[in-house]
Structure formats: structure tokens, C-alpha cells
């Protein structure tokens, strides 16, 4: 397994009052049995494609060429996208250290002035798109894709097809249409894996195979995670179900309203907010969730912690610590002479890292916050991929406890609605009709 879970200090155990009773939890882990054999149903079948995906590699081979393509011909590449289709793919690329890959921007917004600043700073001639939208009809990636193939067609003119490759789910869409009309290639989205659940598919792999990580890796280390959930007999081996029962435990009976995902590790910012997304809309439903919230340490030590620690007592913690000690520069006991600054002398920046995380956690746990831990030993693309596959699977196990479907989100609808009535009005007020 890449990561270490430990738990304990969320109980009543560890925390007196303020941690989740035993009874609680036993009722919530036995009902995860049920969570448990219906993602085995699931996957037998093949009803929920996400769980095939770790196992998968032809899909893959298919999308080598298309990725050594963009780089050997772009020296930037553009993912436009939102939501789903972008945090999987910026979360990956956030572990690439290969200096010969393009860089990858993450356009996920529609910001007026963010996007005029991209369209100035990119050379049309070395820069490649890739346009990512299940429904193919998403609202903001339509207007991202036809402001930039507007500038690119402006620049390169019948040539700029070849900058741009999409992906979308098969059938009728506008975005295949447009995609037709102008001979830009598109890339099928499987319509079985919801967007904020993509990040194994195409959608995170293509851009992180452009980044130049090793795929295959990613998948591997989901795999390892579904197969000890898939395997197991005893759900109280199973990470994800223990943290799925804990969550929600803790939610009904200690009133927990906020869920902090809190890493010490830079390249682990996205992943928060990938988090951040999931564990919102699929569990976010007829009054129930909690709310997801991204930390970071050290940097959030000096702007949350003293509300983690001296505030309302409506948050659970979860820490991710990444073994660093010894690592980085050395600080130089010359310079470090200074008696305010011995405790630095000869210390490197992973050792100062490494006691300010064990420091956080052990402070929660002392004012009985109910906190977890990750312990990683290494961060790559496999270490990834497990964490992925974890907090997909707690979600799904955690909606099963909550008696919702993860799969949907049926309020945002409204505001979709909305927001084309308002355009349309706007048309026809500019139309003076």
C-alpha cells in the first residue's frame, strides 16, 4: 500500500466526549459491508466503468501517440475544462518534474481578464489545446473553445485544427459538431465515468501523459487500493470504508459540518481541491454532507489553524504527511550562528517540514479534534493514483451510508438553467427584440 492510514485519534478513545463513540461506528462500518459488496457487483458487471479503469491499458497505448504528438510539437499546451474535467488532469500534472514537457495551463474559468491575458501571451504557432467537456456542451468550455479557436484560426488560419484535439462522450453534441466542421479530432469520453470520477480515464491521463508521468503507474496504484476493498472480508481493513464510517459518524452524532484536508506537501494543493469537489457534489444532498475544505501546511498554520484549534468544534481533520526528513537544502551552522537560530543550525528544510506537520497533528489531537492521518513514504505517480482511488471509494462508501446517490447533482441544474435564460435575454435586449 503507498500510504499509511491511521485513524484511532478520531474516537471517543483518544478524544473523551469529542471524539466518535464505538457504538456509532460499528453500526456505520457494519452497513459498509453492503458499500462493499455492491462496488464488487459493480465491478463484475461492468456497470460502474470507473472500477475497470485501474486494470486498463489498451486505452492507454491509444493515447501515447497523441500525447508524444503534443510534445514534440508544442512547447505550451492549453486544457480547457472545468470542474472534472480539469482538477484530475492539474492534480497529476502537479507531480511532473520533466523539464522537456510542454508546460500545461489549466484554463478552468471565465474570467474576462484571465482569458484576454492568455490569449496575449501565447504563441499560436507552439501552443496546442485540448478541449474537455463530457456533455460537450458545458457552457464555459464552449465559450473557452470558440474565443481561443477564434485567436488560433485568426493566427494560423486553416491550420489551427491541428492544435486543438477533444474530448467528449460519443453522440450528438455541439461540440462534436463544431469539431467536425472545422476537422479537429475527438477523443471519446466514456458517458459510464461522471467528470469529478475521471481523473484515471483520458481526462487526467492525456494531460499527464503530455506532462510526461508514467500513466500506467497511476492506474497501478488505484489498483492496489480496489483490490484490498474488492478482496476484503473484514471492512475494517479497508481504509476508505473505516474513514467513510468515521465521516459520517461524526457528522450525525458530533454534529461535524466541515471536513479539512490539510497536506504538507506542495505538489498535494491540487489534490485538495480535486478532493474538494468530489467529497462536495456527490455527497452534498437532502440536507446531509459536510463541507470539504483545502488546507496547507505549512502556509495555513499561520492563517486557519487557530480557528482548527481554538474555534467551533464542527471540523474533522486530515492530515497528509509526507516523509521529508533529511531532504532539501541544509542550513549552514555558519550562518544559522545566531542563538535565536540554533534550533535551526545544521537542520535541513525537510527536517523543519517533517516536526512542523508532526507538530500540527499532535496539537489537533491534544484540544481533541477529531484528527486522521496519512503517512506517505514517497510521492509519485503511483502514491497518486491510491490516494485517488481512496477518497473516490470513501465518497461511494460514504453516500451509501448517507443513502445517496454519489453519481449525480441534481441542484446545480437550476443555476445551468438560469444562466442560459439570462444570455438569451441579453441577446434579445441587444437584438431589441
Known amino acids: 500500500m503507498s500510504y499509511v492510514h491511521l485513524a484511532s485519534t478520531c474516537f471517543s478513545e483518544a478524544l473523551g466526549t469529542h471524539g466518535l463513540d464505538r457504538a456509532v461506528y460499528d453500526s456505520l462500518i457494519v452497513r459498509a459491508v453492503e458499500a462493499l459488496e455492491g462496488l464488487r457487483a459493480r465491478h463484475a458487471d461492468g456497470s460502474l466503468p470507473l472500477l475497470r479503469l485501474p486494470a486498463a491499458r489498451d486505452d492507454l497505448a491509444a493515447l501515447k501517440p497523441v500525447a508524444e504528438d503534443y510534445r514534440a510539437r508544442f512547447e505550451e499546451v492549453v486544457v480547457l475544462g472545468t470542474g472534472g474535467s480539469s482538477l484530475g488532469g492539474r492534480t497529476l500534472c502537479r507531480l511532473s518534474e520533466d523539464a522537456s514537457a510542454p508546460r500545461l495551463r489549466f484554463e478552468d474559468n471565465v474570467d474576462p481578464h484571465t482569458f484576454d491575458a492568455l490569449l496575449k501571451e501565447i504563441d499560436p504557432a507552439k501552443?496546442?489545446?485540448v478541449v474537455i467537456s463530457?456533455?460537450?456542451s458545458t457552457a464555459e468550455t464552449m465559450t473557452q473553445f470558440l474565443v481561443c479557436l477564434a485567436a488560433m484560426k485568426a493566427a494560423l488560419g486553416d491550420g489551427a485544427a491541428a492544435h486543438f484535439t477533444a474530448i467528449a462522450e460519443p453522440g450528438d453534441s455541439v461540440l462534436r459538431r463544431l469539431c467536425a466542421k472545422f476537422g479537429i479530432?475527438?477523443?471519446d469520453h466514456d458517458p459510464g465515468v461522471g467528470g469529478r470520477y475521471s481523473a484515471l480515464s483520458l481526462?487526467?491521463?492525456l494531460p499527464a501523459m503530455i506532462a510526461g508521468l508514467d500513466a500506467a503507474a497511476v492506474r497501478a496504484g488505484a489498483q492496489g487500493v480496489l483490490d484490498l476493498a474488492l478482496g476484503a472480508d473484514d471492512p475494517e481493513t479497508v481504509p476508505s470504508a473505516v474513514g467513510a464510517a468515521i465521516a459520517v459518524g461524526l457528522a450525525r452524532e458530533k454534529r461535524i459540518s466541515q471536513s479539512v484536508l490539510m497536506p504538507y506537501v506542495d505538489r498535494l494543493r491540487e489534490f485538495a481541491l480535486w478532493y474538494r469537489q468530489l467529497w462536495a457534489e456527490s455527497l452534498g444532498k437532502r440536507g446531509q454532507g459536510t463541507t470539504p475544505v483545502d488546507a496547507l501546511g505549512t502556509v495555513d498554520q499561520h492563517s486557519q489553524l487557530q480557528l482548527?484549534?481554538?474555534?467551533?468544534r464542527d471540523k474533522m481533520f486530515t492530515v497528509v504527511m509526507l516523509a521529508c526528513a533529511g531532504t532539501g537544502a541544509r542550513i549552514d551552522p555558519a550562518l544559522a550562528d545566531d542563538d535565536a537560530l540554533g534550533y535551526l543550525a545544521g537542520r535541513t528544510v525537510g527536517d523543519l517540514m517533517d516536526a512542523e506537520q508532526r507538530a500540527t497533528a499532535r496539537t489537533?489531537?491534544?484540544?481533541?479534534r477529531p484528527t486522521r492521518i496519512f503517512r506517505l513514504e514517497t510521492l509519485d505517480e503511483a502514491t497518486m493514483g491510491a490516494l485517488m482511488m481512496h477518497f473516490m471509494l470513501e465518497t461511494i462508501i460514504a453516500a451509501h451510508l448517507q443513502q445517496v446517490d454519489?453519481?449525480?447533482?441534481p441542484a446545480v441544474e437550476e443555476g445551468k438553467v438560469l444562466t442560459r435564460e439570462y444570455l438569451a435575454e441579453a441577446a434579445r435586449e441587444a437584438g431589441g427584440g
Open 308 to 312: 482548527y484549534l481554538d474555534g467551533p
Open 185 to 187: 479530432d475527438v477523443l
Open 406 to 409: 454519489p453519481f449525480d447533482q
Open 134 to 136: 463530457k456533455s460537450g
Open 203 to 205: 481526462v487526467g491521463l
Open 127 to 129: 501552443t496546442g489545446f
Open 364 to 368: 489537533l489531537i491534544r484540544n481533541n
